[in-house]
């Protein structure tokens, strides 16, 4: 059985009596959170169930924000990225299912700024949100149910110096993660050890890419 069938499987069972209910998919950069999550949305929509599906990154705040020269970059990714007030004032709304459609704001990156776009939870509904640092106490409340992708470091870097042609060439990715995201996630690790307190782990690099 593939991961994404047995986790389907597992948030069909859990999420049986429940009308809203929250998957995280966390993991740290590389570990690829965007392709196991468009997977387990396929395949719970293959049992006629209504999937969201939002990512972390549609919920950074712009870049004159998160990117101030008067922090180290690496708490700059840790402390100013993300508009994680919004992001659980909207959850909290979802979760309520006291509208029918609700507007969010989703990060606009070609353009730094903000667009709506409507979500419905008129129905029972399975919320999946994949992101990195989805375990931190800020937001883990949100969750109902949390997998989290435990990749090595190295593996993660090899896949991002082929993904992120947009930062510039293989030195600038590298000093970008050195300097930026690495050292933020190696505190998320230290300090929350996600590995440990997710509900279901995948460990290892074949199922993704």
Known sequence: MSYEQEISKVILTLSENKKIFVVGIDGLGGAGKSTISEKICK?????????ILLHIDDFINTRKIRYDSAYPE??????????????????????SNTENNIAIELYDKENDNYFKKNYS??????IIVEGI?????????????????????????QRV??????IGNTKQIISKYENRYF??????????????????????????Y
């Open 43 to 51: 395949k719970l929509e293959n049992y006629h169930l209504h999937v």
């Open 121 to 126: 939870t008129k129905e029972k509904t399975i």
């Open 133 to 157: 640092f989805l375990q931190r106490k800020e937001i883990q409340k949100i969750f109902d149910y949390m997998i989290y992708i435990n990749i090595p470091e190295n593996i993660r870097m």
């Open 161 to 166: 110096l082929k993904r992120d042609s947009y």
């Open 74 to 95: 690496w708490e700059c990714y840790y402390y100013l990225q993300w508009r994680y007030d919004y992001f659980i004032g909207i959850m909290n709304q979802l979760k």
């Open 183 to 208: 050292p933020a996630e190696r505190n998320y690790f230290k300090k929350y050890h996600p590995e440990q307190t997710a509900n279901f782990v995948i460990n290892g690099q074949k199922m993704i």
